[in-house]
């Protein structure tokens, strides 16, 4: 079986690495269509040995497409994946805009792929932080059971797309010329308010709730029950969310302080061997080597990166961690490629 594949906002830069991780994957491709804006449509792109041309992405360029990867946006993904899917596509998105659908699976393969087999035509693609915390977290409970999380993300700038890169560089190219910093998009494109992001820290990612909240932090909350418990407002595991932006192109760390299930015995060593023997995970864990994950190395690698794990000196069953991944692959691009292959292994296209 081979499948007719589109990848809707090809020229982004999640959109980019879709192609990239669509050549290396099992995936059969009978044919791609690359779409993105009007303002895109004619731009040659290379996939594997074929140079492909972009098309604006209207509802009929879903015509005889089985399979779309879509990451141009939550508006987007609106108003055109309902039309892939009358037309007889599955999607892959990308976008926040179905992840809270009971209808819609949202899937990461190392914990929950069997949530796959009710699909209904749309598959949601979990937020960058969240997929690389479950993906550590995730063999942890299964041998401990979890109580509680409380997470610190340090988010890079790419998280708000090819603009919020170019929006970075400009601005530390003119700190560093003595000129005032040029800020329109970081922390959230459309606020009224915006801030440099470079040589700063912006603890705003997506816009406030009201509860004082960011989106973002709503996001990782509400997404983790998801994923786990398969209930986005379960109380079975408490979690608590602190989003900030930091000056990093690529990959988010985060600091992820968790509790175990207090019947259990874990214990430092017990986890870092689960961990190192985790799928998609990578122990990077030896403070004597002063070996610790960082973004610099783990940007354009598939694995998500743990170290400093080490237990609470005065809480009994918590621990702390540091987890890194690169939040165009495995918090975007990558993971969504691996629901379609889990797809295809399971026949549900
Ligand atoms: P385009 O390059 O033509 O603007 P990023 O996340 O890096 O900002 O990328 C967003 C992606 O979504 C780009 O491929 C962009 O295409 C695409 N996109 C933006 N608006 C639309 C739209 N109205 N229809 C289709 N694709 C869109």
Redesign the pocket.
């Known amino acids: 079986k081979e499948y007719n594949v589109a990848i809707?906002?090809?020229?982004?830069?999640?959109?980019t690495r879709l192609m990239q991780k669509l050549a290396e994957s099992n995936i059969p491709v009978k044919s791609l269509k690359l779409?993105?804006?009007?303002?895109?449509?004619g731009?040659k792109l290379k996939y594997r040995d074929d140079v492909l041309t972009?098309e604006?992405?209207t509802p009929d360029s879903f015509d005889g497409v089985d399979l779309v990867l879509a990451?141009?946006?939550g508006?987007?993904s609106k108003?055109?994946l309902p039309e892939a899917v009358k037309r007889g596509a599955v999607a892959v998105d990308n976008t926040s805009a179905f992840r809270m659908d009971p209808d819609v699976p949202l899937v990461v393969p190392e914990v929950n792929p069997d949530a796959l087999e009710n699909h209904h035509g749309i598959i949601a693609n979990p937020n960058c932080s969240t997929i690389q915390m479950v993906v550590a977290l995730e063999p942890i409970r299964k041998q401990f059971g979890l109580k509680q999380i409380i997470v610190s993300t340090y988010q890079a700038a790419?998280g708000?797309?090819?603009?919020?890169?170019d929006e970075l560089r400009d601005e530390a190219q003119e700190h560093l010329d003595g000129k005032k910093m040029d800020a329109h998009i970081f922390p959230v494109k459309g606020e009224k308010e915006h801030y440099p992001l470079a040589f700063n820290l912006l603890p705003q990612i997506d816009v406030f709730e009201k509860d004082g909240y960011t989106h973002e932090e709503w996001k990782m909350i509400h997404e983790t029950k998801k994923i786990m418990l398969n209930d986005m407002n379960s109380g079975a595991i408490k979690v608590t969310a602190t989003c900030v932006r930091v000056p990093v192109e690529i990959c988010h760390g985060e600091s992820v302080y968790f509790t175990v299930d207090d019947a259990k015995d874990a214990s430092r060593e017990k986890i870092q061997s689960i961990l190192n023997d985790a799928p998609g995970v990578t122990l990077k864990d030896d403070p004597k080597k002063q070996l610790y994950p960082q973004p610099i190395d783990a940007a354009g690698k598939e694995d998500t990166y743990v170290g400093r794990v080490r237990p609470d000196q005065e809480n009994d069953n918590a621990y702390n961690m540091w987890v890194v991944a690169d939040n165009l692959l495995k918090g975007a691009a990558l993971n969504t490629v691996e629901i379609g292959e889990e797809l295809v292994k399971r026949d549900l296209i």
Not at 35 to 41: D, G, I, Q
Not at 160 to 165: C, D, K, M, R
């Open positions: 809707l906002g090809a020229t982004g830069a999640v959109g779409l993105a804006s009007k303002r895109s449509a731009k972009v604006e992405a990451s141009a946006g508006a987007v108003k055109l790419s708000a797309g090819q603009s919020g890169l």
